[in-house]
């Protein structure tokens, strides 16, 4: 099976890539079309800023590639978030696979969420084998509202897309590769697919 992390200078790829070989895996880190075009699966991480990590995308083409992938995709934190359709964060317009718009929490929590928190109101098969309420790590001050295609959630004073799913696309707002025993099956379930 061939797994590759799309590079475009904007995520915590080593991490991921730790993660998928301790599922018995290699992963390429790549930002060549070919490349991500010929995988089986692939894998659109992010930290950071929205809008800088959208000009990343754009200046090698990738926003334009991303959406046309017809394998397993699964974005996580900003990956997610900028499937959406804008963020609020840098007044970004996303990549629009997920019809959802993404916002700031509200002041009255401290932002950013960093930890762990609990995710509920789980769906499909990248849940399979995961129970109610297990606890999952996240760091974001931006969240997905809950819609038509949230497959889990979570609550930070306000409930939340903790994952999503349009078609051959999936999204988790929460870190796998940094979530324990959860997340390595959240990802091993992911690779199955």
Known sequence: MKIVIINYGAGNIQSIKFAIKRLGYDAVLSSDVSEIR??????????????????KLRGCSLDEIIPTL????????????LMCNSSEEGHTIGLGIFDVDVVK?????????????QINNLKSDLFEGVTENEHIYLVH??????????????????????????DNFYGTQFHPEKSSDVGEKILENFLNM
């Not at 089986?40 to 000009?55: L, Q, R, T």
Request: proline share 6%; with cysteine.
């Open 141 to 166: 001050s931006f969240y997905a509202p809950l819609c038509a295609e949230t497959l889990a959630e979570c609550s930070y004073g306000v409930d939340y897309s903790a994952a999503l799913r349009k």
């Open 38 to 55: 010929n995988a089986d699966k692939v894998i659109f991480p992010g930290v950071g800023e929205a809008s800088s990590a959208m000009k």
């Open 105 to 117: 929490f509200d002041s009255s929590e401290k932002v950013p969420q960093i930890g762990w928190n």
């Open 70 to 81: 017809k394998q397993p995709v699964l974005g996580i934190c900003l990956g997610m978030q």
